[in-house]
């Protein structure tokens, strides 16, 4: 089994997002950030610490997000699935 490189969660204010990444360097520290996009799109990113593993990264990142969802940032609840075009494995087109 292979172990996670990244891990990410993303918290929404209306058209605003704030995301918590950690990601695996190449010399087996993790590096945790927070970026928020407004409304413009507009990117900032800071907050960034250095660990030692990923599962201290997770954990403060999910700090991070439990801190940042008592000041009104809320996960949303999941994409609407569309309903399925097509219920089995269609002909092939014909190709002139």
């Given at each position: 089994?292979?172990?996670?490189?990244?891990?990410?969660?993303?918290?929404?204010?209306?058209?605003?997002?704030?995301?918590?990444?950690?990601?695996?360097?190449?010399?087996?520290?993790?590096?945790?950030?927070?970026?928020?996009?407004?409304?413009?799109?507009?990117?900032?990113?800071?907050?960034?610490?250095?660990?030692?593993?990923?599962?201290?990264?997770?954990?403060?990142?999910?700090?991070?997000?439990?801190?940042?969802?008592?000041?009104?940032?809320?996960?949303?609840?999941?994409?609407a699935g569309k309903p399925d075009a097509f219920s089995k494995i269609p002909a092939a087109p014909k190709v002139a």
């Open positions: 089994m292979t172990k996670a490189t990244s891990a990410t969660i993303t918290l929404h204010a209306g058209p605003n997002t704030l995301q918590f990444r950690a990601n695996v360097k190449k010399d087996g520290s993790v590096v945790t950030t927070v970026s928020q996009r407004d409304a413009e799109k507009k990117l900032s990113r800071g907050m960034t610490e250095k660990h030692p593993d990923m599962a201290a990264a997770k954990a403060h990142i999910a700090t991070l997000a439990k801190k940042a969802e008592t000041l009104g940032w809320q996960r949303r609840a999941g994409f």
